[in-house]
């Protein structure tokens, strides 16, 4: 069973920055789609932002729309969530999916 291994979370102060990263733990022979999802405390996991393998963003939430990018690369397969000016609001455990497979989650908080 492939595994999505995150990496990139942490503490930063409200407007800073963070890069998250996403790769598989082995093959994945066909990949269509790769997302982040995020989990905040109480509140249901909602989908951050889709990118299609063929690198088209099909999806961003509103609410971080002009601060969060998505982006991959395919050799080796890797995923991206560029975060920038971030808001306490952001606060969540941050999921990377392709497809099937799931990341553990990291934690990014956004405090002062």
């Known amino acids: 069973q492939v595994q999505l291994v995150e990496s990139g979370g942490g503490l930063v102060q409200p407007g800073g920055s963070l890069r998250l990263s996403c790769a598989p733990s082995?093959?994945?022979?066909?990949?269509?789609?790769m997302a982040w999802f995020r989990q905040a405390p109480g509140k249901q996991r909602e989908l951050v932002a889709r990118i299609t393998a063929a690198g088209v963003t099909t999806y961003v939430l509103d609410s971080v729309k002009g601060r969060f990018t998505i982006s991959r690369d395919m050799a080796p397969l890797t995923v991206y969530l560029q975060m920038n000016s971030l808001k306490p609001e952001d606060t969540a455990v941050y999921f990377c999916?392709?497809?099937?497979?799931w990341g553990p989650g990291t934690q990014v908080t956004v405090s002062s």
């Open positions: 082995g093959r994945i022979d066909r990949v269509y789609n």
């Open positions: 999916n392709v497809d099937v497979h």
